[in-house]
C-alpha cells in the first residue's frame, strides 16, 4: 500500500511539473507588443498607452510599454530594445514626422511590424498602419465654436501653439485659421508657442493680459495649455474671456461642463489605442490589417451641453 502511495505521488508530482513546464512555455511564447508613446505623465499619452496595454494583454500578448520623451535618439534605442526583444509588433506614438522613418524602417527590415497612432510620419509604405485623430477638422470644430462665443462684436484674441517639431501642432494653428481668418472683425494679437505645458501657458498668458486689455479670446492648442491660460485669467481677475483647447482630457471637460473653458475637441485617443490593436492582432493572425495605411478618425466637439457624454478620452454615453 506504501509503495502505491509513493507511486501516485511520484505520478502527482510529474503532473504537476509538466503542467508548470507547459505554463512557463507557453508564458513565454506569448508574443511581446512594444508600446511607445512620448510621455507616461502627460494624461493623453498616457490613456492611449493603457488602452493599448488593456486590450493587448485581453487579447494573450505580452505588452512593454515605454516612453521615448519626444527625444528621437532616446526612440531609436527603444526601437533596437524592440528588435532586440523579438517583438511581434510595435505601437508607436512617434517623436517627429520626419526623425522617426528611420527608426520604423529599421524594425520593419527587422521583420516587425511597426503601427503608429496619434502622430504620422512622413512617408508612406513602411508601417502597417497610421492611425490618425483628424486634427484639422478637430481644430476647425474648435474654431467655429471660439468664433460663434465671439462673433457678437469680433474682437482681440490670442493663441497658445504647442510644440513647433510637433506635426500637430501646425496642423492645429491651420485649421484654426482656416475659420478665424473668414472673420475680418477677429483680429489676432498675440500667438506664443507654450510648448504644450500648462506652467508655461500660464506665463505666456500672463503676459498677454498684461499687454492687451481688450482681450476677448483665447484659443489654445491643447487643453493643458488652454488650462494653463484660464488659470492665470483667473489670476488676473479678468473675466468674459472664452478660453478653448484641444484633447478632451479629464480635467479639460470638467472645466467646460462647469463653464470654465468654452470648448473642446476630444481626440480619441482610446479609441484609436484600441484599433491599433485590434489591427496588430488582425495582421500577426493574417498578414493584413484589412485596411488602408493611413486611417483618419474625427475628432467630437466637447461643449458644456454635451461634456458629460465623454471621460478619459472616450465618448462613454
Known amino acids: 500500500m506504501r509503495k502505491l502511495r509513493l507511486i ?28 511607445l508613446v512620448p510621455s507616461q505623465d502627460n494624461p493623453f499619452f498616457k490613456s492611449e498607452a493603457d488602452a493599448a496595454a488593456a486590450y493587448a494583454k485581453s487579447l494573450g500578448y505580452r505588452v512593454r ?27 508607436l506614438d512617434n517623436a517627429g514626422a520626419n526623425s522617426s522613418i528611420a527608426a520604423v524602417r529599421r524594425a520593419t527590415r527587422a521583420g516587425i511590424p511597426c503601427f503608429l497612432i496619434d502622430r504620422a510620419i512622413d512617408e508612406d509604405g513602411i508601417a502597417k498602419a497610421q492611425i490618425i485623430a483628424d486634427n484639422d477638422q478637430g481644430a476647425s470644430i474648435v474654431a467655429a465654436e471660439f468664433m460663434h462665443a465671439l462673433e457678437s462684436g469680433g474682437g482681440e484674441y490670442a493663441e497658445l501653439l504647442g510644440r513647433e517639431s510637433d506635426t500637430n501642432a501646425q496642423i492645429r494653428t491651420n485649421g484654426f485659421h482656416a475659420v478665424l481668418d473668414r472673420q475680418t ?81 476630444l481626440q480619441p485617443a482610446v479609441l484609436i489605442a484600441r484599433q491599433a490593436v485590434d489591427e496588430v ?34 465618448k462613454v454615453r
Not at 70 to 88: E, K
Not at 199 to 227: V, W
Request: proline fraction near 2%; aromatic fraction near 4%.
Open 281 to 314: 492582432d488582425r495582421y500577426l493572425k493574417s498578414g493584413s490589417t484589412g485596411k488602408p495605411e493611413r486611417q483618419i478618425v474625427p475628432c467630437d466637439l466637447v461643449t458644456a451641453q454635451n461634456a458629460k457624454e465623454y471621460a478619459e478620452f472616450e
Open 185 to 265: 472683425s477677429l483680429v489676432r494679437v498675440a500667438v506664443q508657442s507654450a510648448n504644450w505645458s500648462q506652467s508655461e501657458a500660464f506665463q505666456k498668458t500672463e503676459t498677454i493680459l498684461q499687454a492687451h486689455s481688450n482681450l476677448r479670446g483665447i484659443i489654445a492648442g491643447n487643453d493643458t495649455m488652454a488650462l494653463g491660460a484660464l488659470a492665470a485669467v483667473k489670476s488676473a481677475g479678468r473675466s468674459g474671456i472664452v478660453v478653448t483647447g484641444f484633447d478632451g482630457s479629464p480635467d479639460a471637460v470638467a472645466a467646460v461642463r462647469n463653464g470654465e473653458l468654452r470648448a473642446t475637441a
Open 65 to 91: 510599454v515605454d516612453a521615448h520623451d519626444d527625444d528621437a535618439y532616446r526612440q531609436d534605442n527603444l526601437i533596437d530594445a524592440a528588435i532586440a526583444s523579438d517583438a511581434a509588433a510595435i505601437i
Open 8 to 35: 501516485a505521488a511520484t505520478v502527482m508530482t510529474i503532473a504537476l511539473l509538466s503542467t508548470l513546464t507547459a505554463c512557463r512555455r507557453g508564458a513565454a511564447l506569448q508574443p511581446l507588443i512594444v508600446v
